[in-house]
Nanobody, 127 residues
Framework: QVQLVESGGGLVQPGGSLKLSCAAS????????MSWFRQAPGKERALVAT??????RITYADSVKGRFTISNKENLAELQMTNLKPGDTAVYYC??????????????????????WGQGTLVTVSS
Protein backbone atom coordinates (compact mmCIF):
# COMPACT_ATOMS: atom_id res chain seq x y z
CA GLN A 1 0.00 0.00 0.00
CA VAL A 2 1.43 3.35 -1.06
CA GLN A 3 1.67 5.85 1.76
CA LEU A 4 2.69 9.50 1.91
CA VAL A 5 3.58 10.93 5.31
CA GLU A 6 4.09 14.69 5.68
CA SER A 7 6.04 16.41 8.42
CA GLY A 8 7.55 19.78 9.20
CA GLY A 9 4.50 21.94 9.77
CA GLY A 10 4.16 24.28 12.70
CA LEU A 11 3.84 27.87 13.87
CA VAL A 12 6.14 30.46 12.35
CA GLN A 13 6.27 34.25 12.41
CA PRO A 14 5.74 36.28 9.25
CA GLY A 15 8.96 36.41 7.27
CA GLY A 16 10.11 33.08 8.66
CA SER A 17 10.88 29.79 6.94
CA LEU A 18 9.75 26.18 7.15
CA LYS A 19 10.60 23.01 5.26
CA LEU A 20 7.90 20.41 4.72
CA SER A 21 8.80 16.81 3.96
CA CYS A 22 6.80 14.01 2.36
CA ALA A 23 8.11 10.48 2.75
CA ALA A 24 6.73 7.94 0.28
CA SER A 25 6.70 4.19 0.92
CA UNK A 26 5.01 0.94 -0.02
CA UNK A 27 6.26 0.54 -3.59
CA UNK A 28 9.35 -0.51 -5.53
CA UNK A 29 9.66 2.45 -7.87
CA UNK A 30 7.46 5.26 -9.07
CA UNK A 31 7.94 7.62 -12.01
CA UNK A 32 5.25 9.93 -10.67
CA UNK A 33 4.59 13.63 -10.51
CA MET A 34 4.88 15.04 -7.00
CA SER A 35 2.84 18.02 -5.88
CA TRP A 36 2.03 20.08 -2.82
CA PHE A 37 -1.46 21.43 -2.27
CA ARG A 38 -2.85 23.55 0.54
CA GLN A 39 -6.26 24.21 2.00
CA ALA A 40 -6.89 27.31 4.05
CA PRO A 41 -9.86 27.54 6.43
CA GLY A 42 -13.06 28.03 4.46
CA LYS A 43 -11.34 27.65 1.10
CA GLU A 44 -10.92 24.90 -1.47
CA ARG A 45 -7.74 22.87 -1.77
CA ALA A 46 -5.36 24.58 -4.20
CA LEU A 47 -2.17 23.59 -5.99
CA VAL A 48 1.00 25.15 -4.56
CA ALA A 49 3.76 23.47 -6.54
CA THR A 50 4.30 20.45 -8.76
CA UNK A 51 7.34 18.63 -10.12
CA UNK A 52 7.24 16.14 -12.99
CA UNK A 53 8.63 12.66 -12.49
CA UNK A 54 11.84 13.49 -14.37
CA UNK A 55 12.24 16.81 -12.58
CA UNK A 56 12.22 18.77 -15.82
CA ARG A 57 8.87 20.48 -15.34
CA ILE A 58 8.26 22.51 -12.20
CA THR A 59 5.37 24.90 -11.72
CA TYR A 60 4.34 27.12 -8.82
CA ALA A 61 1.22 29.01 -7.90
CA ASP A 62 1.70 32.71 -8.57
CA SER A 63 1.26 33.46 -4.87
CA VAL A 64 4.35 31.45 -3.88
CA LYS A 65 6.72 32.04 -6.81
CA GLY A 66 10.12 33.16 -5.62
CA ARG A 67 9.39 32.07 -2.05
CA PHE A 68 8.75 28.29 -2.21
CA THR A 69 10.94 25.58 -3.72
CA ILE A 70 9.82 22.02 -4.46
CA SER A 71 12.22 19.09 -4.67
CA ASN A 72 11.93 15.32 -4.93
CA LYS A 73 14.70 12.75 -4.50
CA GLU A 74 14.73 9.11 -3.47
CA ASN A 75 11.07 9.00 -2.44
CA LEU A 76 11.35 12.17 -0.33
CA ALA A 77 9.56 15.25 -1.58
CA GLU A 78 10.20 18.55 0.14
CA LEU A 79 8.77 22.04 0.04
CA GLN A 80 11.10 24.77 1.25
CA MET A 81 9.06 27.82 2.22
CA THR A 82 10.64 31.21 2.86
CA ASN A 83 9.36 34.70 3.59
CA LEU A 84 6.14 33.20 4.88
CA LYS A 85 3.03 35.36 5.08
CA PRO A 86 -0.17 35.03 7.11
CA GLY A 87 -1.93 34.15 3.86
CA ASP A 88 0.20 30.99 3.65
CA THR A 89 -1.59 29.58 6.70
CA ALA A 90 -3.19 26.30 5.65
CA VAL A 91 -3.05 22.54 5.87
CA TYR A 92 -0.47 21.39 3.34
CA TYR A 93 -0.92 18.09 1.52
CA CYS A 94 1.54 16.03 -0.46
CA UNK A 95 0.25 14.34 -3.63
CA UNK A 96 1.73 11.65 -5.87
CA UNK A 97 0.14 10.92 -9.24
CA UNK A 98 1.35 8.32 -11.74
CA UNK A 99 2.40 4.71 -12.16
CA UNK A 100 3.66 2.77 -9.16
CA UNK A 101 5.60 -0.50 -9.51
CA UNK A 102 5.47 -3.29 -6.95
CA UNK A 103 7.76 -6.30 -6.73
CA UNK A 104 5.99 -9.63 -6.36
CA UNK A 105 7.28 -12.98 -5.03
CA UNK A 106 9.08 -14.91 -7.74
CA UNK A 107 10.46 -11.80 -9.39
CA UNK A 108 7.30 -10.55 -11.05
CA UNK A 109 6.52 -6.85 -11.11
CA UNK A 110 3.04 -5.37 -11.21
CA UNK A 111 2.09 -1.79 -11.78
CA UNK A 112 -0.85 0.40 -10.94
CA UNK A 113 -1.93 3.92 -11.85
CA UNK A 114 -2.63 5.76 -8.60
CA UNK A 115 -3.20 9.18 -7.13
CA UNK A 116 -2.18 9.20 -3.47
CA TRP A 117 -2.59 11.89 -0.81
CA GLY A 118 -0.85 12.40 2.49
CA GLN A 119 -2.68 13.19 5.71
CA GLY A 120 -1.70 16.85 5.72
CA THR A 121 0.42 19.04 7.96
CA LEU A 122 -0.68 22.38 9.41
CA VAL A 123 1.33 25.53 8.77
CA THR A 124 0.36 28.60 10.76
CA VAL A 125 1.97 31.95 10.02
CA SER A 126 1.25 34.41 12.80
CA SER A 127 2.96 36.88 15.09
Amino acid sequence: QVQLVESGGGLVQPGGSLKLSCAASGFTSSPVDMSWFRQAPGKERALVATMSSNGERITYADSVKGRFTISNKENLAELQMTNLKPGDTAVYYCNADGVFYFSEPGGAVRWKQLEVWGQGTLVTVSS
